[in-house]
C-alpha cells in the first residue's frame, strides 16, 4: 500500500469510527449476547459441567470460546456497513475522488478490527468480575492478542465477500451464522471426548477446537502442542483464500 493509500486509509476510517461512536449500539449488541452466553453456561450449566468434566474454573475454560462467538458477531456488521456503502452510491463517490481504491476496503477492515478489539476487552472485563484468572506473562497475552487478530482479520474478509456480493441485508449478514454456530460443536464448552463418535471428529477437526485449544493454553500456561500451529495455519489460510475472493468481488463491483 502506497503512502498516499495509508493517508486516504486513515481518512476513510476516521469517518467509519465517527459513525461507531456516534452509534455506540453496535459494540454494545454484538458484546450483550456472548456475555449472556458466558453468563448462563457459567452460572447455569456451569455445576453441572464442572461435575462431569471435573473443570475446577469454568469461567476461564468457556472464557476463549466466548471471545470467537463475539468476534464472529461483531463481523457480521462490517458486511452490512459495506452492503449499505455499496447501495447508497457513497462508494461510487468515493471511488470518482482521487483517491486509492483499496483505502475504502481497508478502512472497513480496520474498523472492523477496532471495534472487535473494544468488545474483547469488554467480555475479559466481564470475564475478570465472574472469577477469570490466568497465569499469563506479556509474551503469552501477545501471543492471544496475535491469535485473536488473525481470527478477526480473516473473518473480515469473508465479511467483505459478503458485502459486496449480497443482494439484501439480510444476505449480508447470513454467512455469519454458520460462523457463531461452530464454537458449540466444539472444545470451547466441553471436552471433546465427551462427544458421540462423528460429532467428536467434526470437533476436533474444524479450525474454532485448535484456536480455543491454544488460547485455552496461553492462558494456562500448559505447554504449547500442536494446536497453536493448527490454530494459525487455519486463521493464514482462511485470511488468504478470503482475501483474494474480496479482492476478485471488488473489482467486479468497483470498475
Given at each position: 500500500m502506497s503512502r498516499h493509500a495509508f493517508a486516504d486509509t486513515?481518512?476513510?476510517?476516521g469517518r467509519s469510527l465517527t459513525h461507531i461512536?456516534?452509534?455506540?449500539?453496535?459494540i454494545?449488541?454484538?458484546a450483550i449476547t456472548p456475555i449472556a452466553l458466558m453468563l448462563m453456561f457459567v452460572y447455569v450449566f456451569g455445576g453441572a459441567i464442572k461435575a462431569s468434566t471435573g473443570t475446577e474454573n469454568y469461567v476461564t475454560?468457556?472464557?476463549?470460546?466466548?471471545?470467537?462467538?463475539a468476534i464472529?458477531?461483531?463481523?457480521?456488521?462490517?458486511?452490512?456497513?459495506?452492503?449499505y456503502d455499496l447501495n447508497s452510491g457513497i462508494f461510487e463517490r468515493f471511488t470518482s475522488m482521487p483517491i486509492a481504491r483499496s483505502s475504502v476496503l481497508w478502512a472497513h477492515v480496520l474498523t472492523s478490527l477496532v471495534a472487535n478489539a473494544i468488545t474483547v476487552v469488554i467480555i475479559i472485563g466481564i470475564g475478570l468480575i465472574m472469577g477469570f484468572r490466568t497465569a499469563a506473562g506479556p509474551l503469552a497475552w501477545l501471543a492471544v492478542i496475535g491469535i485473536l487478530t488473525l481470527f478477526t482479520l480473516a473473518l473480515t474478509w469473508l465479511a467483505v465477500?459478503?458485502?459486496?456480493s449480497a443482494k439484501t441485508v439480510d444476505g449480508a449478514t447470513g454467512f455469519s451464522y454458520?460462523?457463531?454456530f461452530l464454537p458449540f460443536i466444539s472444545s470451547a464448552f466441553v471436552p471433546t471426548e465427551t462427544m458421540p463418535g462423528p460429532v467428536r471428529w467434526f470437533a476436533e477437526h474444524q479450525p474454532v477446537t485448535a484456536i480455543?485449544?491454544?488460547i485455552g493454553d496461553l492462558f494456562a500456561q500448559r505447554p504449547m502442542d500442536a494446536d497453536l500451529w493448527v490454530a494459525l495455519a487455519w486463521c493464514l489460510g482462511i485470511l488468504v483464500v478470503a482475501y483474494i475472493f474480496a479482492m476478485m468481488a471488488h473489482r467486479r463491483r468497483v470498475r
Amino acid at each position: 500500500m502506497s503512502r498516499h493509500a495509508f493517508a486516504d486509509t486513515r481518512v476513510l476510517l476516521g469517518r467509519s469510527l465517527t459513525h461507531i461512536l456516534r452509534s455506540p449500539d453496535t459494540i454494545i449488541t454484538t458484546a450483550i449476547t456472548p456475555i449472556a452466553l458466558m453468563l448462563m453456561f457459567v452460572y447455569v450449566f456451569g455445576g453441572a459441567i464442572k461435575a462431569s468434566t471435573g473443570t475446577e474454573n469454568y469461567v476461564t475454560y468457556v472464557l476463549p470460546g466466548i471471545l470467537l462467538i463475539a468476534i464472529a458477531s461483531g463481523i457480521a456488521y462490517t458486511a452490512v456497513r459495506l452492503f449499505y456503502d455499496l447501495n447508497s452510491g457513497i462508494f461510487e463517490r468515493f471511488t470518482s475522488m482521487p483517491i486509492a481504491r483499496s483505502s475504502v476496503l481497508w478502512a472497513h477492515v480496520l474498523t472492523s478490527l477496532v471495534a472487535n478489539a473494544i468488545t474483547v476487552v469488554i467480555i475479559i472485563g466481564i470475564g475478570l468480575i465472574m472469577g477469570f484468572r490466568t497465569a499469563a506473562g506479556p509474551l503469552a497475552w501477545l501471543a492471544v492478542i496475535g491469535i485473536l487478530t488473525l481470527f478477526t482479520l480473516a473473518l473480515t474478509w469473508l465479511a467483505v465477500i459478503a458485502g459486496l456480493s449480497a443482494k439484501t441485508v439480510d444476505g449480508a449478514t447470513g454467512f455469519s451464522y454458520p460462523l457463531i454456530f461452530l464454537p458449540f460443536i466444539s472444545s470451547a464448552f466441553v471436552p471433546t471426548e465427551t462427544m458421540p463418535g462423528p460429532v467428536r471428529w467434526f470437533a476436533e477437526h474444524q479450525p474454532v477446537t485448535a484456536i480455543v485449544n491454544a488460547i485455552g493454553d496461553l492462558f494456562a500456561q500448559r505447554p504449547m502442542d500442536a494446536d497453536l500451529w493448527v490454530a494459525l495455519a487455519w486463521c493464514l489460510g482462511i485470511l488468504v483464500v478470503a482475501y483474494i475472493f474480496a479482492m476478485m468481488a471488488h473489482r467486479r463491483r468497483v470498475r
